[in-house]
């Protein structure tokens, strides 16, 4: 990776304007070229450096997102008059099946 593609990495659209989905989707794209850059380990350690810094702040967006859709769903159930939250069980068929 050159010093023109690092500036590249570092210059990402700000997915603050992004439709949340979007942006997450977005945020994982980029988490995961950052990844491929880093294994390859033909870069320098300074690059690699700011690569792993990039990819510790995308992991934390994405974290966050993934709380806030979690939030938004259980207040979804709320509403439903369902006050009980249950975990999924991807073995178990749907009620309605």
């Keep these: 990776m050159t010093d023109q593609d690092?500036?590249?990495?570092s210059a990402a659209p700000n997915d603050e304007d992004a439709p949340p989905l979007a942006a997450f989707e977005s945020s994982v794209d980029e988490l995961?070229?950052?990844v491929e850059s880093l294994e390859t380990g033909e870069i320098s350690l300074e690059d690699a450096l700011a690569q792993f810094e990039r990819g510790v702040t995308l992991a934390r967006q994405c974290q966050a997102m993934l709380k806030s859709a979690e939030l938004r769903v259980d207040?979804?159930?709320s509403q439903n008059d369902t006050d009980t939250l249950a975990p999924f069980d991807a073995e178990q068929p749907a009620a309605d099946e």
């Design 75 to 77: 207040q979804l159930i």
């Design 6 to 9: 690092t500036d590249a990495v």
């Design 32 to 34: 995961e070229s950052l």
